[in-house]
């Protein structure tokens, strides 16, 4: 994508989404923070479920600790890899009350030494329950900076590196949830709606399919193989001649 037409492209998803929001449900910083632990190799539609009830109940840290690791298990065995997940959320909850006074620290390096939390959940606290400008880089994000070549990279570290560079300062605090959102509804993994994208014209991707479908194409066209002449057979040499020559070698 041309450097000039980022502003462009963020001021579009900008119009049709003025207000976007995460779809994790939460009701403080520590409950957002369970929230994108659990929500790791999960839909955010299967986390809320499981958690609506879960934080009726709990919305502290020592509040999850008395729910202990079995109570806890029981309100997310819906969620994929929810053993390991209730391990960490029962350890982290015990290392909030331990160093930060039960608190979620606005500190990246804080966040990331909680058990269960990585670069990406640290990022996601950080710009939502912060209000700071990082990009947290999901398989979304991913896919739509690489094939809009808004922010094209083989890692996810690398998008991110390089969506911090490109993205106008005005629109660092959303561009996260432009991003997910039209990743996740617009231009999807298997077939993104081309044809209905508010970004079309200033997208790099090659394969931007239309109402019909994808594209084809153009079938090469056929180059004709020479056929190889024919050798001609070599002049027959009379039987005589033939005979004086094996002798002269
Ligand atoms: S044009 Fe297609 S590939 Fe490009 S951002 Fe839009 S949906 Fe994605």
């Known amino acids: 994508m041309k ?8 001021d579009r998803l900008a119009a049709a989404l003025p207000e976007p929001k995460g779809e994790l449900e939460y009701v403080n910083s520590y409950t957002l ?5 659990l929500s790791a190799q999960a839909t955010d539609v299967g986390v809320n479920k499981a958690t609506r009830a879960l934080f009726r109940q709990v919305t502290t840290p020592e509040q999850m600790l008395e729910l202990g690791e079995a109570g806890l298990k029981q309100h997310i065995k819906t969620i ?5 997940k209730a391990k960490n959320v029962i350890a982290l909850s015990q290392m909030l009350i331990a160093e930060h006074g039960g608190q979620v620290p606005r500190d990246r390096e804080a966040l ?3 058990p269960g939390v990585g ?5 996601v606290v950080l710009n939502i329950a ?5 990009i947290a880089v999901d398989t979304h994000i991913f896919r739509v900076g690489n094939r809009t070549g808004l922010a094209p990279g083989k890692t996810v570290l690398a998008v991110e590196q390089k969506l911090e560079k490109v993205v106008p300062a005005d629109r660092k605090l959303h561009a996260h949830h432009w991003l997910i959102l039209h990743g996740r509804y617009v231009c999807k993994a298997r077939k993104p709606d081309c044809f209905a994208c508010v970004v079309r014209d200033l997208c790099a991707f090659k394969g931007k399919t239309t109402l019909e479908g994808v594209p084809k194409k153009p ?10 002449a024919a050798k001609k057979p070599a002049p027959k040499r009379p039987a005589k001649a033939k005979k004086a020559a094996v002798r002269k070698s």
């Open 33 to 37: 923070l369970v929230a994108v632990v």
């Open 3 to 10: 450097k000039a037409d980022i502003a462009t492209f963020f």
């Open 130 to 134: 912060f209000g700071e400008p990082t």
């Open 112 to 114: 990331e030494k909680l």
């Open 219 to 228: 079938a090469k066209k056929k180059v004709p193989v020479k056929k190889k």
């Open 80 to 84: 994929g890899l929810f053993n390991a």
């Open 119 to 123: 670069r990406k959940t640290a990022n």
